[in-house]
């Protein structure tokens, strides 16, 4: 069964936006922070943002201040705007720290 289930991607123009949706299953998200990830095509997989288990939403350099994470309990969800080129990427959504069994993760392809 899997952990944790990505819905969202898509394919946008540089300067479109999406919402990126992840659904935890059971208990494996109770007290623990969740985390957007990312992997682009023959890169390694990068964390773009992540929430403590305290709600203290944090963001890599790259997404600052154009993406916007929230939680609700089982639920993480990833605002994205004025994307770009770069963003293009399969997304996953894991715990911060210890990392469970990645899901098969969603596509984000920015193109113009």
């Known amino acids: 069964q899997e952990q944790f289930m990505e819905s969202g991607g898509g394919s946008v123009q540089p300067g479109g936006s999406l919402t990126l949706s992840c659904a935890a299953t059971?208990?494996?998200?109770?007290?623990?922070?969740l985390g957007w990830y990312r992997q682009a095509p023959g890169k390694q997989r990068e964390r773009v943002a992540w929430?403590?288990?305290?709600?203290m939403a944090n963001y890599a350099d790259s997404v600052k201040d154009r993406f916007t994470i929230s939680r609700d309990k089982n639920w993480l969800w990833l605002q994205m705007t004025s994307l770009k080129s770069e963003d293009t990427a399969r997304y996953y959504c894991?715990?911060?720290?210890?990392?469970?069994?990645w899901g098969q993760g969603t596509v984000v392809t920015v193109t113009s």
């Open positions: 929430v403590t288990n305290r709600d």
């Open positions: 059971g208990s494996i998200a109770d007290g623990r922070g």
């Open positions: 894991n715990l911060v720290g210890a990392i469970a069994q």
